[in-house]
């Protein structure tokens, strides 16, 4: 694992942006995947940014979305589908030569073929950005999930239920998630995991520190060839 420590949130942002955009330029014909949430807007803000400044050019490039809450479709307030539209690819002049965006609404198990086919016909991933959850969960690939696994549905942690309302309210109750699977993430050419928030010091420590087990989805990340923790000084202060 590589360690990039910021100061603050917004050259966390800039600097997990500016990696995505060398590895756009080194291969024009990436397939990359971000995750939704508030640790990552500000960096596909910044993605969004040097598209639209004309510095890369995604036009031959591939995405595909981490994850979704099981029936929440692209147009629900708090879905992953939402953020995807809303705050990156609606925000990008120039589009993704294809982009697939998985549907909660939909029948979840041909969403999970489906997100399969489009990354075996597209992939391996090349760059897979991640934050991590409060349980050390990558996408919805939550405590005690397989390692092998490819897309699939899983039931969400009473940790992932707690902090469900901050997205939609009280509005939604899902019970499972949609994600790809630790065997797609883990297959990326490289992960970049992103972290903010003393709140985070701990899981983080334990996902880069601590003994690799499912019971901290995010430690599996130290075995992989080309890992890149970004966080600021505050996630990182237990580090």
């Known amino acids: 694992m590589k360690l990039i420590i910021c100061e603050n949130y ?9 990696i995505a955009a060398e590895t756009l ?3 024009p014909d990436a397939l990359l995947s971000f995750a939704g949430g508030e640790t990552p807007l500000g960096f596909v803000h910044r993605f969004a940014d040097m598209v639209n400044s004309g510095q890369i050019d995604p036009s031959r490039a591939y995405y595909v979305s981490l994850d979704e809450w099981a029936g929440l479709s692209r147009e629900d307030e708090g879905s992953c589908g939402l953020f995807n ?6 925000r990008m002049r120039i589009p993704f030569l294809q982009a697939h965006v998985i549907n909660g609404a939909a029948d979840i198990e041909e969403e999970c073929r489906s997100l399969d086919g489009f990354i075996a016909a597209h992939g391996p991933l090349t760059l897979s950005v991640l934050g991590i959850g409060m349980n050390g969960h990558l996408g919805f690939n939550e405590e005690g ?3 092998d696994l490819n897309a699939h549905v899983i039931p969400l942690s009473e940790t992932t239920k707690r902090v469900m309302p901050k997205y939609f309210g009280e509005k939604f109750h899902p019970e499972y998630g949609i994600s790809q699977g630790i ?8 992960v970049l995991l992103l972290a903010s928030g003393e ?9 880069v520190r601590g003994d690799v087990t499912n019971q901290v989805p995010a430690s599996i990340l130290q075995t992989h060839p080309s ?8 996630a990182a202060a237990m580090l």
């Open 145 to 147: 999930v397989r390692f």
């Open 199 to 207: 709140h985070k010091a701990n899981i983080l420590r334990e996902a």
């Open 183 to 190: 065997r797609q993430i883990m297959a990326a050419e490289t």
């Open 10 to 18: 917004e050259e966390m942002s800039r600097t997990a942006a500016r």
């Open 227 to 234: 890992c890149v923790v970004v966080a600021d000084k505050a």
């Open 25 to 27: 330029l080194r291969k």
């Open 85 to 90: 539209q809303k705050e990156l690819l609606g």
